[in-house]
Nanobody, 127 residues
Framework: QVQLVESGGGLVQAGDSLRLSCAAS????????MGWFRQAPGKERETVAA????????YYVDSVKGRFTISRDNAKNTVYLQMNSLKSEDTAVYYC????????????????????WGQGTQVTVSS
């Protein structure tokens, strides 16, 4: 079992930056590929970014490429999502998730692949 707690959300203006953090506890953090997801009102959950256990491989949805960066600090048991040049369409509840796997370099894109989820943090971008 692993517990995940997101933080860093808030209300910002278009063009601003935010850094989301997801702190993990309960098991060895480096054992888990991680992902960031978001869900806007009335829309389906969307995969935003994902990172492999070893931090080498990453995935980004096209709409955030060049603006968002996912990273992890295994020593701090934390995964981050740096969000720059925020747009109103980035407004959503952002969730982090962890998947239990032995594969160190694999990135998991589908939400269905993940085993553990945080409670979410709200990001609101005003235009």
């Amino acid at each position: 079992q692993v517990q995940l707690v997101e933080s860093g959300g808030g209300l910002v203006q278009a063009g601003d930056s935010l850094r989301l953090s997801c702190a993990a506890s309960g098991r060895t953090f480096s054992d888990y590929p991680m992902g960031w997801f978001r869900q806007a009102p009335g829309k389906e959950r969307e995969t935003v970014a994902a990172i492999s256990r070893n931090g080498i491989n990453t995935y980004y949805v096209d709409s955030v490429k060049g603006r968002f960066t996912i990273s992890r600090d295994n020593a701090k048991n934390t995964v981050y999502l740096q969000m720059n040049s925020l747009k109103s369409e980035d407004t959503a509840v952002y969730y982090c998730a962890a998947k239990s796997t032995y594969l160190s370099g694999t990135v998991y894109v589908r939400g269905l692949d993940y085993d553990y989820w945080g409670q979410g943090t709200q990001v609101t971008v005003s235009s």
